[in-house]
């Protein structure tokens, strides 16, 4: 991509731009899920790809840790918003509530 464009920079600094779209955690974001988290079990569901995952995993992982699973589309070999990515990730759930926010799907299910 880089060579058609005429980019000429490195693997890492264009690594570095790639994860530019992260630009730190949302404000009162973590404290929510906290919340949510005692009282059900929470997961989530994002298009993203591996580059992007190994950045953000380490960068949130305090705030990804609040999600009993995650469900991510380099992963699954699914992406939203085609209905085989949301069946896949609602499988075997009995789902009470699905939300969009910040680029995420959240699933809320109850465990019983």
């Known amino acids: 991509m880089r060579g058609s464009l005429g980019i000429g920079i490195s693997d890492a600094q264009f690594l570095e ?7 730190g955690e949302m404000p009162g974001v973590a404290a929510q899920l906290a919340r ?12 993203t790809n ?7 995993s380490q960068a949130y992982a ?9 469900y ?13 990515a ?3 990730f609602l499988r075997g759930a009995t789902a009470k509530a699905v939300f ?3 680029g995420f799907t959240f699933l809320v299910r109850s465990t019983s």
């Open 17 to 23: 731009g790639w994860n530019a779209i992260f630009t």
């Open 100 to 102: 969009e926010q910040y």
């Open 36 to 47: 949510a988290g005692q009282k059900l079990p929470l997961y989530a569901f994002s298009n």
């Open 72 to 84: 991510l589309s380099s992963t699954i070999g699914l992406r939203k918003p085609e209905a085989a």
């Open 86 to 88: 949301y069946l896949a």
């Open 62 to 70: 305090g705030v990804l840790g609040h999600f009993r699973e995650i």
């Open 50 to 56: 591996s580059a992007h995952v190994a950045h953000f």
